[in-house]
């Protein structure tokens, strides 16, 4: 099976010593979490926030999309991005508790912003 087809059947090919390794994808394209209305639940100021945050939904089998968005302004008046992290409605709450109890309620989104 071609790595291509691998990625579009949800799962990203891996090859350690020979052997292929499938690992489950959560992250989900932003037109197909936008049918669930998605609700921001995180705002990852780092890249390794980010991924300590991908590969906890990813564990969970939640299903995500990650966007790149304006969170602030530095004191001498720079662009602040940050990656902005959406999930279904029906798991903001569960996504919430996990990310808290991970030790990351700092980019915890407790109140559901509304998608431009």
Do not use: W
């Not at 087809?5 to 292929?20: E, V, Y």
């Amino acid at each position: 099976m071609s790595e291509r087809r691998l990625t579009r059947l949800g799962a990203t090919p891996d090859f350690h010593n020979g052997l292929l390794r499938l690992h489950a994808v959560a992250l989900v394209e932003s037109k197909t979490l936008a049918n669930r209305d998605p609700v921001a639940v995180f705002i990852g100021q780092t890249l390794a926030e980010a991924r300590r945050v991908e590969d906890l939904l990813t564990q969970r089998g939640v299903d995500y999309s990650v966007q790149v968005e304006l969170f602030g302004y530095t004191l001498l008046g720079s662009a602040r991005y940050g990656a902005m992290f959406y999930v279904a409605v029906g798991q903001a709450q569960y996504c919430r508790s996990a990310l808290v109890a991970a030790g990351l309620e700092l980019g915890v989104i407790e109140k559901e912003l509304e998608r431009e």
